[in-house]
């Protein structure tokens, strides 16, 4: 059981260690689940006594006013021989001997805290006492309740320790340790009031009386001490401390105690409560009581450590991975948070998620409806067809067949395929704009830098323009190709043709019949037919050659040359992240470790069930 009070004593000096005082903040706090006896009196009520009495040691600060000005966690370690000695969480390294050294150490850290200004501050200092007359034991040492403030002091201090004391006795797990005086009402007793302002039914109070031995001539404390007074939970504990004068005198400890126990075992009033008076019994009492407590606490513990470490590993996954402080460390960030983009970028094109269905759509469905509204037939009524092979004949007509009127009539209908090729490859230059900006938002280690964000979309739409306009042409030039060169073999049937139907021997001018008009437009529209039908599907194969599959293969290479061009100083502008989200990720970084170590600390504790 003794490991029990060890293992919290190791977790508190982590917390400490790490920044978890139990303060009010955005992360999550361990401190607060740790069970704790908080100590809690008025000025001049017999605190420190109290606190000296149990550990059997002169070392805290004295004087008037407010002495203890930071929360003080006391720890007491009981060893089984040597010589009694102290360390501080801040000083691990460092023994004390000498408890006039431990005391000024106190006052010294509480200064390098608070300034020597009479304010106080809720960062707490660490002790650890190792002596062969201690229990094992935790206390929390608060600043004793005021009414006033005193010269020096700000306005605020009397609600500021109110605030301060409160945050350590609201907790469930806190054991609260009252202290009051025994020579003043208790009705006036500043803990008393406090602690049943939290702990109505005093459940978790402990009610210690001192200065029992100060009362007036023909007074007792015993109706307080038998619980009839004020009752709680536990029973009360009368405690003798040393008078002023035996702490100007030095008197020894040990015969201290003594004292104390002759004075319940000899007066008359107090016989029958002398086997639980004293300050060792006081600490029997609460380490036994801490042990319990710290037993029944493990399980939800543990719980809660395993539940808050997953939480932190999911928010500090979210947040990314810290700034590196070379160069060489920056560019190989960027390259990686880039490389991420990309390849989210990929999946929504190759269909692992969604979006390049969309480019599927445009060569299965707007490219040929594009087609269809050009609506050749009408291009090459009978009207259109006499004009244009009238014109293609100059002032000589043709002799056999009109070649220049075909190739006029062909060119001018194949001419309007460039609209809908054009259509269809910035069609899928929105999609994959869209893609890009899309694959950025889904990129999470983008959002923590808007300039690099805003530098790789800028950089992969700029790339999908130089591809665009390269898909542009040779999109076009696929069009020209097949108003440029007409396919022979499609015309080679033609003069058999003509032999079929009608009479060579007419007259030239009879070849300006509707007839002979209508034969030349279907024969024209059954080629530019042909040829919209191949220009279909080599359409779509240029622009997934030119944009489709550049986009895949080199996206960012023009970024990444640049990106190599750059210094430290010009990287770390592109990782310029927010200053919050940094601050953020250092503290959960702190908090992790700190909830790994009490994770490891407490598997590594065996207890008795």
Not at 12 to 20: E, I, K, P
Not at 101 to 117: F, P
Not at 202 to 218: A, C, H, P, Q, S
Not at 491 to 504: A, I, Y
Request: proline residues 4%.
């Amino acid at each position: 059981m003794e490991n029990l009070i060890a293992l919290v004593n190791r977790l508190q000096r982590a917390c400490t260690a790490l920044g978890d005082h139990g303060d009010e903040s955005a992360l999550p706090t361990l401190w607060d689940a740790l069970p704790s006896i908080a100590v809690v009196g008025g000025q001049s009520s017999g605190k420190s006594s109290v606190l000296e009495s149990i550990v059997g040691k002169d070392f805290l600060p004295r004087g008037s006013g407010i002495v203890t000005r930071r929360p003080l966690v006391l720890q007491l370690h009981r060893i089984e021989e040597g010589r009694e000695y102290a360390e501080f969480g801040h000083l691990p390294r460092k023994r004390f001997t000498d408890f006039a050294a431990v005391r000024k150490e106190i006052s010294d850290e509480t200064d390098r805290e608070t300034g020597r200004s009479k304010a106080i501050s809720a960062v707490p200092i660490y002790l650890s006492i190792y002596s062969p007359n201690v229990v094992n034991l935790t206390l929390i040492d608060l600043p004793g309740l005021t009414k006033v403030a005193v010269e020096g002091q700000p306005e605020s201090i009397v609600q500021d320790i109110d605030n301060m004391v409160r945050s350590y006795i609201e907790k469930p797990n806190s054991i609260i340790l009252a202290i009051s005086p025994a020579n003043q009402d208790l009705a006036t007793s500043d803990a008393i009031k406090i602690s049943r302002e939290v702990d109505p039914k005093g459940e978790r109070t402990f009610g210690v009386l001192t200065k029992i031995d100060l009362m007036d001539k023909g007074t007792d404390a015993v109706e307080i001490l038998e619980g009839r007074a004020y009752k709680l939970q536990f029973p009360w504990i009368g405690v003798v401390n040393r008078s002023q004068q035996d702490i100007n005198k030095n008197v020894d400890m040990i015969a201290a105690r003594r004292r104390e126990r002759e004075y319940f075992a000899q007066t008359p009033e107090y016989k029958h409560l002398a086997h639980r008076m004293g300050s060792e019994h006081l600490g029997k009492v609460l380490s036994k009581h801490l042990e319990t407590v710290i037993k029944s606490r493990i399980p939800g513990l543990q719980s809660l450590i395993n539940k808050t470490i997953i939480e932190l590993e999911s928010e500090l996954s979210r947040l990314g991975k810290p700034i590196a402080t070379d160069a060489g460390g920056k560019l190989y960030m960027v390259m990686e948070i880039c490389r991420v983009f990309d390849r989210i970028f990929k999946e929504h094109l190759d269909g692992s998620r969604p979006g390049g269905d969309k480019i599927y759509n445009v060569f299965d469905n707007q490219l040929p409806a594009a087609l269809k509204r050009l609506q050749f037939d009408k291009h090459l009524a009978m009207e259109n067809v006499r004009k244009l092979i009238t014109e293609a004949d100059g002032y000589q007509p043709h002799l056999i067949a009109p070649e220049q009127g075909y190739r006029r009539l062909i060119e001018t209908a194949l001419v309007t395929i460039k609209g809908p090729a054009e259509a269809a490859v910035d069609a899928v230059h929105g999609i994959l704009k869209e893609l890009v900006h899309k694959s950025i938002r889904e990129t999470s280690e983008l959002k923590q830098y808007p300039s690099l964000r805003v530098e790789v979309g800028n950089a992969a739409v700029e790339s999908l323009d130089r591809m665009r306009d390269e898909s542009k042409r040779a999109t076009i030039q696929l069009v020209e190709m097949e108003y440029s060169y007409l396919t022979v073999d499609f015309f080679r049937k033609l003069p058999q043709d003509v032999e079929k139907g009608g009479n060579p021997t007419h007259s030239i001018f009879d070849r300006y019949n509707d007839s002979y008009l209508r034969r030349i437009g279907s024969t024209v529209l059954s080629y530019v037919n042909m040829v919209c039908g191949s220009l279909r599907n080599s359409i779509p194969k240029s622009i997934v050659h030119c944009q489709v599959r550049e986009a895949k293969r080199s996206l960012l290479d023009h970024f990444f040359t640049e990106l190599g061009k750059k210094e430290g100083r010009q990287l770390g502008t592109l990782l310029d992240e927010d200053p919050a989200i940094m601050q953020r990720r250092v503290s959960l970084a702190k908090r992790l470790e700190l909830y790994r170590a009490a994770q490891s600390e407490i598997d590594s504790v065996a207890w008795s069930k």
